[in-house]
């Protein structure tokens, strides 16, 4: 907290919200900067880790976590988002929609000349692209910016303080859940609070439904009505962005094996596919115009790729094609990654069909967390430290289950990676 009030010195959002666009040019070329930024969130991270041992056996009550979080959270969104500038595209997709009545999917913001905000947002980097998340998120975002309408700081401050409060609840949630420790290791993670504090990122909305998902899935009664209830809310998460569609098998076979009687499961097979067809129709409905809607938003998402921000597999089979001088090696590298990745993908499915009743859901809910350890490591040509939030929920979630010490090992070690990871990404 002490470092975080001696940053608002320098990255006070105040400073720089005005002409944003300038701002990251000259974080970006300012290397003290970013490694003073990375060697304290490496410091914190160490901290985190030491008060973690300590606090394992006997973790704060769950009312001091919250009320630490909020504390820390009042600071933490005057802080100018350095690592990242999607809240300010965030804000230009909204009002596309919200206040100027034209599709996200279809039309850019470059387009909006008359737009209030169009002198500070028509230099951001993706204001010329049209949206890459799920329709909930454009709809939760476009209220917001129809709320606060023209009012450039008050739009920012309020997608902040509304990420904010959702990990706030998030951390509410998994200390009623998961426990006390659990709580405390989510809330205070320095990678999720530099993420959905500070830069402002929807991995926190993904994680909220996800959250609700497993808690229907895992606490609550194995009946019909609570197994497509958690079927809905992770469809939700998909439609905030489409991360979640690949744990969506695994965790609707895990709702399908826990029904008890043969009549819930063959309802369940019939229903869930609905639920998920209908919750989806509904909430493309404002902004359908073809199968092209369903489409682009993820075929945009593949179109960005760094040699050096890609995943490992990808980055790996690269440098070997490179070296064996073949042509179109960045293609045949992306080709390599999703094929291996769709192979293992099909390969857990065909073991828990196979396996059949000797699984249980425990296994099953191992194996969705090894295939988006899988996922991550071998399908994104455009791989960003944000993305891996999710992937620390899902470690929570197996230590949780497992009461194994490697998922926690991964988790500090993902957080580390991902903070470290900042030096190259500026």
């Given at each position: 907290m002490t470092i975080s009030l001696f940053a608002l010195k320098y990255f006070f959002l105040l400073n720089y919200y005005t002409n944003h666009s300038e701002a990251y040019r000259y974080f970006s070329n300012n290397f003290i900067i970013y490694l003073l930024l990375v060697g304290s969130l490496i410091l914190i991270s160490i901290i985190y880790i030491l008060l973690d041992k300590k606090l394992s056996q006997s973790p704060p009550r769950l009312a001091i976590i919250l009320t630490g979080l909020i504390i820390l959270s009042a600071i933490l969104i005057l802080v100018f988002p350095i690592g990242a500038s999607d809240i300010f595209l965030y804000l230009i997709q909204a009002r596309t929609w919200a206040l100027h009545g034209l599709n996200p999917y279809t039309n850019n913001y470059l387009q909006l000349i008359t737009d209030a905000f169009y002198p500070g947002l028509k230099d951001n980097y993706w204001a010329g692209q049209t949206s890459s998340y799920g329709p909930l998120f454009i709809l939760i975002t476009g209220g917001l910016s129809f709320i606060f309408k023209n009012n450039f700081l008050a739009s920012i401050l309020g997608l902040k303080i509304f990420f904010a409060s959702i990990h706030l609840v998030n951390a509410g949630l998994i200390g009623k859940t998961l426990g006390k420790r659990f709580a405390w290791l989510y809330a205070f993670n320095p990678l999720i609070l530099f993420e959905f504090l500070i830069n402002g990122h929807n991995e926190v909305l993904l994680i909220f439904f996800c959250l609700l998902s497993f808690y229907w899935l895992w606490f609550k009664i194995p009946n019909l009505k609570n197994s497509l209830l958690a079927i809905f809310f992770l469809t939700l998460g998909v439609l905030i962005k489409f991360t979640p569609i690949i744990i969506l098998p695994?965790?609707?076979?895990?709702?399908?094996?826990?029904?008890?009687?043969?009549?819930?499961?063959?309802?369940?097979?019939?229903?869930?596919?609905?639920?998920?067809?209908?919750?989806?129709?509904?909430?493309?409905?404002?902004?359908?115009?073809?199968?092209?809607?369903?489409?682009?938003?993820?075929?945009?998402?593949?179109?960005?790729?760094?040699?050096?921000?890609?995943?490992?597999?990808?980055?790996?089979?690269?440098?070997?094609?490179?070296?064996?001088?073949?042509?179109?090696?960045?293609?045949?590298?992306?080709?390599?990654?999703?094929?291996?990745?769709?192979?293992?993908?099909?390969?857990?499915?065909?073991?828990?069909?196979?396996?059949?009743?000797?699984?249980?859901?425990?296994?099953?809910?191992?194996?969705?967390?090894?295939?988006m350890i899988i996922f991550y490591a071998s399908f994104f040509p455009w791989l960003m430290p944000w993305y891996f939030t999710f992937l620390l929920l899902l470690l929570l979630i197996g230590y949780y289950l497992n009461k194994d010490q490697k998922y926690l090992t991964a988790f500090y070690a993902i957080t580390f990676l991902e903070i470290t990871y900042y030096l190259i990404l500026r």
């Open positions: 695994f965790w609707g076979l895990a709702l399908f094996w826990r029904l008890k009687d043969r009549p819930s499961k063959k309802l369940f097979l019939i229903l869930s596919p609905l639920l998920i067809l209908s919750t989806g129709f509904l909430i493309y409905l404002p902004f359908w115009q073809g199968i092209k809607t369903l489409i682009d938003p993820i075929s945009n998402q593949m179109h960005f790729f760094s040699y050096l921000l890609s995943s490992p597999i990808i980055a790996l089979s690269y440098n070997l094609f490179m070296t064996l001088k073949l042509d179109n090696s960045w293609y045949l590298a992306t080709l390599t990654g999703r094929s291996l990745f769709l192979a293992f993908f099909m390969l857990l499915i065909g073991r828990i069909i196979w396996t059949g009743k000797k699984l249980n859901i425990k296994k099953i809910l191992n194996y969705s967390i090894l295939i």
